[in-house]
């Protein structure tokens, strides 16, 4: 959290506070406002799914889980608060939920008296994953015994998991830059993995796309995917998914399809794994002296050779 708020949002007190102040009420309001990060949007519908089932009149606010709202049936789902009209919205629920202090929804303790911040959950020292962290919260704070990590994503009728059982997806972008492995090192792990039976194929952005047509030279495939309803039917009937740290990580995994992520430091991949599905995570360059280094250097510490044998090993422990 940061220091310069002066109230207890986010803390386990105001968040016990808040659910006993409801307690007697038949059915309590809350707004969820998702990130604009995938990710964490993917995330925080544990909090909403899980509200949901206990009773609460849930909302979820946010762009990407809009249009993935089919994939979420039975949860109010509405596009991301705007500017002109957040207040008006946010004083229609008794409680209001996001996950970081700063987004979407800026001075959200600041403009709705009980607004439950989570962002303290992303700092804890914890060996747990973010998914486990929530759950957590959700048993623990807002008094939900039986509260699962499940975010209540359906995949729609006609489509079959993992139904190409030799594709791999291969996401070689990121948020930033600096999450991201390099590019020739993804195109020859995608030749190695072709070579060895799997049909490899890298999933980017129509913006993106310029940059990587060129991987169609090797026999891998560039699908023109658009759309992240799109994205996700494709993806739930890939065999495997390989990439960065990255929301498209965190989807394939509540997809159930196994995941291979690639991170730059022990801390971040420890906090921000992806928490569902079958999954590995690989570091790059864990034993480089520090943490500028880590960051700077990871994606040149780690080889192809090391992606193919944890891709190996995640084969086997799926299996």
């Known amino acids: 959290m ?55 009149r849930v909302t979820v606010f946010g762009g990407h889980m809009h249009t993935l709202r089919e994939w979420f049936p039975g949860m109010d789902v509405r596009p991301a608060m705007s500017g002109d009209d957040t207040d008006t919205l946010l004083r229609q ?11 979407p929804v800026p001075r959200l303790d600041q403009r709705h008296p009980a607004a439950i911040v989570l962002e303290h959950l992303c700092r804890a020292p914890s060996p747990e994953a973010i998914a486990a962290r929530l759950t957590h919260f959700c048993r623990e704070s807002l008094h939900m015994p039986h509260a699962r990590m499940d975010n209540g994503l359906s995949v729609p009728a006609g489509l079959i998991h993992r139904k190409h ?26 030749r190695q993995l072709k070579s060895n039976g799997f049909d490899p194929h ?14 169609q030279n090797y026999g891998i495939g560039l699908p023109r995917l658009g759309s992240l309803d799109n994205v996700a039917a494709w993806l739930v009937e890939c065999g ?55 960051e700077r250097c990871w994606k040149y510490a780690l080889s192809v050779k090391q992606v193919l044998r944890a891709f190996e090993q995640l084969r086997r422990e799926a299996a």
Not at 24 to 41: F, I, K, Q, R, Y
Not at 93 to 103: C, N
Not at 202 to 215: G, P, Q
């Open 240 to 294: 495997w998914f390989i990439g960065n740290d990255s929301g498209i990580g965190h989807l394939a995994s509540c997809l159930r399809v196994p995941t291979l992520s690639l991170f730059m430091r022990k801390g971040i991949a420890r906090t921000w794994r992806p928490g569902w599905g079958a999954g590995k995570v690989l570091v790059g360059g864990g034993w480089l002296p520090t943490g500028r280094l880590k």
């Open 2 to 56: 940061r220091s310069d708020h002066n109230t207890s949002v986010g803390s386990a007190s105001f968040i016990e506070t808040t659910a006993m102040q409801h307690a007697n009420e038949p059915v309590m309001s809350v707004a969820v406002t998702s990130s604009p990060a995938l990710g964490d949007s993917l995330l925080l519908m544990i909090v909403a799914r899980n509200l949901q089932l206990s009773g609460k």
């Open 202 to 215: 890298f999933i980017v952005t129509d913006e993106e796309r310029a940059d990587w047509e060129y991987v």
């Open 93 to 103: 629920f008794d409680t209001v939920i996001q996950l970081h202090a700063d987004r």
């Open 165 to 190: 059982a030799l594709r791999v997806a291969i996401h070689p972008t990121a948020s930033t830059a600096d999450k991201c492995w390099l590019a020739p090192r993804f195109v020859r792990l995608a």
